[in-house]
């Protein structure tokens, strides 16, 4: 079995046909989905797919650039909403400062806000972290003296020295369609360095749509692209990782076994 653990299955160009688009990545050997959240309006939604469909799970939580328009957000309405027994996890969140779409201060405070609840829940936290790596090191650094938390990286596209800094704190990697792109070779080279159970693939769609697909809408089904590809960086095959990476997926994403 195959999971893509990071997917926007509600957002444009994928809810317009979600039936299918399950079936199409289910077709493909892909037996479970998390489903992401970017913004409170989205949690219900989100959730309601989860219920609906056994092998797809939910996460809680607000984008870094959705921060300022979720400034006040405590961390019980977090708690609350991850107390569905679908949500396995918190985020997604972190920092970006290439966009720049929520004041720095702010992501940061918010940042800190999913962190605690991680902590307080034990649902691991789902970190986008985008030319913030300092204040992103620097924050986990600090909270995890504070009290050790269940952490993913996604969509990992930072450094190999940022990389191998996370991995010291004890956080996984997921990797995404992007490592197939011509550009990416010192993604390439990290990801054949990740160990073996720290390692998760993903879509992260509708978003990135990996080789051969690069200008089509990126659907979960094309996961297994991706896995294919890290397999053969790492010199392993497609079915190996897949057994690999979703066995990583249920370690962390613990509350998915039941």
């Known amino acids: 079995m195959l999971i893509d653990s990071h997917c926007h299955l509600n957002y444009k160009g994928l809810i317009e046909e979600q039936a299918d688009v399950l079936a199409r990545a289910r077709a493909r050997g892909v037996g479970g989905f998390l489903n992401i959240s970017t913004r409170r309006s989205e949690w219900d939604a989100v959730v309601a797919t989860a219920h609906r469909q056994p092998d797809v ?14 400034a006040d957000l405590g961390a019980a309405a977090l708690r609350a909403a991850a107390a569905d027994p679908k949500v396995i996890a918190i985020g997604e969140t972190g920092l970006d400062y290439y966009y720049d779409h929520s004041d720095r201060q702010v ?3 918010l940042f800190r806000v999913h962190i605690g609840v991680a902590r307080d829940t034990g649902l691991p936290i789902i970190i986008h972290t985008r030319d913030a790596e300092d204040d992103t090191l620097r924050i986990l650094r600090e909270e995890m003296a504070l009290g050790a ?9 930072a450094t190999a020295d940022f990389g191998r800094a996370v991995l010291d704190l004890g956080l996984t990697i997921s990797i995404s369609g992007i490592v197939t792109f011509k550009n990416a070779k010192d993604l390439q080279a ?3 360095e990740v160990p073996d159970d720290r390692l998760l693939v993903e879509t992260d769609s509708p978003f990135l ?4 697909h690069r200008g089509k ?14 397999a053969k960086l790492r010199g392993t095959t497609s079915e ?4 690999l990476t979703s066995a990583n997926f249920f370690r962390l994403f613990s509350r998915a076994r039941s």
């Open 107 to 109: 992501q940061q405070a």
């Open 57 to 70: 799970w939910a996460s809680i939580g607000i984008h870094p650039h959705e921060a300022d328009a979720h």
């Open 240 to 243: 190996a990782l897949s057994e």
């Open 217 to 230: 809408t990126c659907e979960p089904a094309f996961v297994a692209d991706t896995c294919g590809y890290v």
């Open 190 to 192: 990290f990801a054949a």
């Open 149 to 157: 938390f269940p952490a993913l990286i996604h969509c990992f596209t």
């Open 209 to 212: 749509a990996p080789v051969p």
